[in-house]
């Protein structure tokens, strides 16, 4: 089960980090990610972690260069540092997980099967 934490309102410019944490097991061979939906758009990919390569994220054009995605397997927890938030990013923020994903399917939100309840995150400009 996978519980994600840390939205909030803020203003444009200013930073937040997202915290998604597992219980009820470890996902030290899963890959991470985190999707978002706005309000009336469907779900989107944000950014991903694979376990093979932790140090090699994927993320979607959006976000590049202002988000950065992490785990701390000991924790079983996978963040999401977003800086120089604009309006454009406020939506729910969810974060998924699974062992099975591979690399042509991991920007789809159909490849996972583990799912948290998702954040609200809310840019003001």
């Known amino acids: 089960q996978l519980q994600a934490f840390g939205g909030g309102l803020v203003q444009a410019g200013d930073s937040l980090r997202l915290s998604c944490t597992a219980s009820?097991?470890?996902?030290?061979?899963?890959?991470l990610a985190w999707f978002r939906r706005a309000p009336g758009k469907e779900r989107e990919f944000v950014a991903a972690i694979r376990w093979t390569n932790p140090s090699r994220p994927y993320y979607a054009d959006s976000v590049k260069g202002r988000f950065t995605i992490s785990r701390d397997n000991a924790k079983n927890t996978v963040y999401l540092q977003m800086n120089s938030l604009k309006p454009e990013d406020t939506a729910v923020y969810y974060c998924?997980?699974?062992?099975?994903?591979?690399?042509?399917?991991?920007?789809?939100?159909?490849?996972?099967?583990?799912w948290g309840q998702g954040t609200l995150v809310t840019v003001s400009s």
């Open positions: 998924a997980a699974d062992t099975a994903v591979i690399l042509s399917t991991m920007r789809e939100d159909s490849a996972y099967s583990n």
């Open positions: 009820g097991g470890t996902f030290n061979r899963y890959t």
